[in-house]
């Protein structure tokens, strides 16, 4: 799915997921305060956990039949991953 948009269809979408998770960190960081990444810090992994995981699910051959289908898996991934990151760091926090 991503593989097949051309250059500027690619940086709206990056564009787009971008300004929706900076937004949607901006609330995170109010809630997890030092337990998080800070607004951009979770921002970032959020867009770079969202293209990841719909990149990982193209490369494994599952193929999307729409763009509701795409959103879903790559929202439901980055938060995946962002729960997974702010595990890890509050498990370090406890240990050290």
């Known amino acids: 799915m ?8 690619l940086l709206f ?6 300004m929706l998770s900076f937004i949607f960190s901006m609330a995170l960081d109010a809630v997890m305060k030092e337990a998080g990444f800070g607004v ?8 770079a956990a969202f293209f990841g995981t719909v990149y990982a699910a193209n490369w494994h051959g599952l193929r999307f039949n729409s763009l509701l289908d795409a959103v879903l898996a790559g929202v439901g991934g980055a938060f995946v991953v962002l729960l997974v990151l702010v595990l890890i760091k509050s498990a370090l926090l406890r240990l050290l």
């Open 40 to 47: 951009a810090g979770s921002a970032v992994v959020i867009t």
């Open 13 to 18: 979408a990056i564009a787009a997921v971008a």
């Open 2 to 9: 991503l593989m097949k948009l051309d250059s500027t269809w």
